[in-house]
């Protein structure tokens, strides 16, 4: 009853691959100094974006949903990976520069707005020598649904296991994004 079970669905990495004339960031991520200039340059650029609310959760548009308690606490423990949200048009995106642009969640009031943002993330990512932005989610996810038709490739990105403590917690119905990894 209490065993450790595996969710059988692999969460959901999707790739867009940016087309740009010179990779910046490959380039300046080989010192330490150059990586200094290149986040200091990028945390310009998306300056006029960023915004301090913090997103609810995309997960959350269902009430047979169980994820991450997205509060206070979780987005202040979570500061320390130079991660922030960022706001174009009306659809938020949390996000992270690392190898690449690291979509953790979004909030769109449509799917429509949705690819509107999108399509200005990435006009950003390809001015700026980003070249890819991943997102990953749980199968069925709001993210995953949109991002579905929109990707330059779909692959199994990492598993979850759970250990059920209370028989009542429907932990099977857990849903996650790329912001629920520790390293996000």
Same mark, same amino acid.
């Given at each position: ?14 790739? /867009? ?28 650029? @998306?300056? +006029?974006?960023?915004?301090?609310? #913090? *997103? ?31 706001? *174009?048009?009306?659809? %938020?995106?949390? /996000?992270?520069?690392? =190898? ?17 943002? %999108? +399509?200005? @993330? ?10 890819? /932005? ?7 996810? @709001? ?6 038709? =929109?990707?330059?490739? #779909? ?19 857990? #849903?996650?994004?790329?912001?629920? @990894?520790?390293?996000?």
């Amino acid at each position: 009853m209490n065993e450790y079970k595996e969710i059988s669905d692999f969460i959901c990495g999707t790739l /867009i691959v940016i087309d740009y004339d010179v990779p910046f960031e490959k380039i300046m991520k080989k010192t330490n100094f150059t990586t200094s200039l290149y986040e200091n340059h990028i945390t310009q650029i @998306l300056e +006029k974006y960023k915004i301090d609310e #913090q *997103i609810k959760g995309s997960v959350y548009n269902s009430d047979t949903v169980v994820s991450t308690a997205r509060n206070k606490a979780y987005y202040d423990y979570k500061s320390f990976n130079n991660n922030f949200t960022i706001k *174009i048009k009306d659809v %938020l995106f949390w /996000i992270k520069i690392k =190898n690449g642009l690291l979509v953790g969640d979004i909030e769109t009031p449509s799917k429509e707005s949705f690819y509107i943002a %999108l +399509k200005e @993330l990435k006009k950003i990512a390809s001015k700026n020598g980003i070249g890819e /932005i991943i997102f990953q989610s749980s199968p069925g996810t @709001l993210i995953s649904r949109y991002i579905k038709d =929109n990707s330059d490739e #779909q692959f199994e990105s990492w598993c979850v296991g759970y250990k059920n403590f209370n028989s009542e917690f429907p932990l099977e119905k857990l #849903q996650f994004t790329f912001g629920d @990894l520790d390293t996000f």
